[in-house]
């Protein structure tokens, strides 16, 4: 082997650049941070034996920490927040308790939490619920996905799909508390054809005290037999 080959050999190959389309990837992650406007809420953990995790954050300035974690989690109490926190950590632990907490777990379900981005208390708990019952619901589907046992399968299949339920219900009443109090307005347009235009005018032009069933039978109502039949 030539001094040449031997360069050309140990030379490392020329790292491809990205493509358009992953360019665009990497612009559209950006603009969605910049919308949020604020770096997630993350955590380092230390373990001692015989005492209780200490939950440090990081990527914040020490005298801010408690701000950002109290806007992540949408309320002005630091209690609240903190314990918050807690249940989170505890409900998204799904080892044994001699198993240490994940730390990677915790800032991924942190960061769900800032993904819903609760508003006030309220949903700062329903976000807390959300995650668990999704975590939950996950690690027992993924049970069923590897057990034998068909009565291991039945019980742990049939509570994740109540507990995938409960978290459309969640989802539902989350919709439903952030739409409290907005107008809606809702502009139907009716479509009436000639034929069922007579059948109307032929209504009026009988009785407007008769019974509607001559419109009923030809899948019409119009607004004046609605008002004269109290329908």
């Known amino acids: 082997m030539t001094d040449r ?14 493509t358009d389309a992953e360019r665009a ?3 559209d992650y950006i603009a969605r941070v910049k919308a949020r406007g604020r770096r ?9 034996p015989g005492k209780p995790v200490r939950l440090d954050q990081i990527n914040v300035h020490p ?15 630091v209690d609240l927040a903190d314990r918050l926190v807690s249940q989170i950590l505890n409900a998204t632990h799904l080892q044994p308790s001699s198993e240490p907490i994940s730390e990677s777990t915790l800032n991924a379900a942190l960061g769900a939490v800032a993904g819903i981005a609760p508003r006030d208390e309220t949903e700062a708990m329903l976000a807390a619920q ?14 069923v996905g590897a057990t034998g046992n068909r009565i291991l ?14 978290y459309t219900a969640q ?7 952030r739409s409290a109090g907005e ?5 139907q347009h009716v479509n009436v054809t000639a034929d069922q235009a007579a059948v109307q005018v032929q209504c009026h032009q009988v009785s407007w005290l008769s019974s509607p069933d001559c419109v009923r039978s030809a899948g019409v109502l119009c607004f004046m037999c609605r008002y004269v039949h109290g329908l």
Not at 63 to 77: E, I, K, P, W, Y
């Open 5 to 18: 080959t031997k360069t050309e050999a140990a030379a490392p190959a020329e790292k491809p650049e990205p």
């Open 25 to 27: 990837e990497v612009r």
């Open 40 to 48: 997630p809420l993350r955590f380092t953990m230390e373990h001692q």
């Open 63 to 77: 005298d801010v920490a408690l701000f950002r974690m109290m806007n992540t989690l949408g309320t002005t109490s």
């Open 130 to 143: 959300m995650v668990g019952v999704h975590w939950i619901a996950m690690d027992l589907l993924s049970q």
């Open 153 to 166: 399968f039945n019980d742990a299949g049939n509570l994740a799909v109540k507990l995938l339920r409960t």
């Open 171 to 177: 989802l539902e009443a989350l919709k439903r508390y």
């Open 183 to 187: 107008q809606r307005v809702v502009v």
